[in-house]
């Protein structure tokens, strides 16, 4: 549980997890978290989570976010590649317990080979939890027919003073663009590779 008291200055906390096969042993990872803010224009508690699932780890991610303080935001930001047989299995439950609060989550992720995807979202506005403001995406980008992905975001809301939102796409790359790229010189493995860059790079 993360709480600020009043008059301390805004706080951001940020957490940069990198999965890499070092770690592939680790298969499932829960956080849970909770983001405490106080009712002043000045003082706001931040929270910011960035995570990366390299290629070759199947992992199962889950997390479980509560704001309870006013002023209270939260950023989720996610990453993940895989080219074989991985499984990433992320959940995000993001619970808006009070007014004034912000969330935003961005997963992208690139699914080649046979591996699987699942995506499971939820914002979950409580009916005190007014002037909330809580955005949620999901992108996927598939590289093989084999590859599979299974995304779920979901929005309950019980406050009627709210911005929320929530989609997601699944897609294969764009053949109009790599043809482009290729015709101006650029290899195919360079323009696949460019192609997927740009693609997460607002999430890296």
């Known amino acids: 549980m993360f709480e600020k008291e009043k008059g ?9 997890a990198i999965l890499s096969a070092v770690f592939a042993a680790l ?18 508690a931040i929270r910011t989570v960035v995570v990366v699932v390299m290629p070759g780890v199947s992992v199962d991610l889950k997390f479980d976010v ?22 990433v299995k ?24 046979n591996s699987k995807v699942d995506f499971y ?28 992905v299974d995304t779920k975001p979901q929005l309950e809301i019980y406050a009627d003073d709210v911005r929320c939102s929530h989609g997601s796409t699944v897609g294969y790359s764009d053949a109009e663009a790599i043809f482009y790229m ?13 192609q997927i860059e740009g693609f997460v790079q607002d999430v890296v």
């Not at 301390?8 to 940069?16: C, L, Q, S, T």
């Not at 298969?27 to 706001?44: C, D, E, P």
């Not at 950023?75 to 895989?82: F, P, V």
């Not at 290729?182 to 460019?194: K, P, T, Y």
Request: with cysteine; hydrophobic share 40%; proline share 2%.
């Open 121 to 148: 979202g939820k914002i979950i506005v409580a009916k005190d939890a007014q002037r909330t403001e809580a955005y949620q995406e999901n992108h996927n980008l598939l590289l093989s027919d084999g590859a599979k």
């Open 182 to 194: 290729r015709q101006r010189g650029i290899s195919e493995a360079d323009a696949r590779r460019l």
């Open 66 to 87: 509560e704001l309870v303080g006013e002023g209270a935001e939260a950023n989720l930001y996610g990453a993940y590649i895989c080219a074989g047989q991985e499984k």
């Open 27 to 44: 298969t499932s990872i829960l956080a849970k978290v909770g983001i405490g803010g106080v009712n002043s224009h000045l003082a706001t």
């Open 90 to 113: 992320i959940a995000v439950d993001m619970h808006h317990k009070v007014p004034h609060c912000n969330s935003r989550q961005l997963f992208k992720g690139i699914a080649g080979g």
């Open 8 to 16: 301390e200055a805004p706080a951001m906390w940020v957490v940069f």
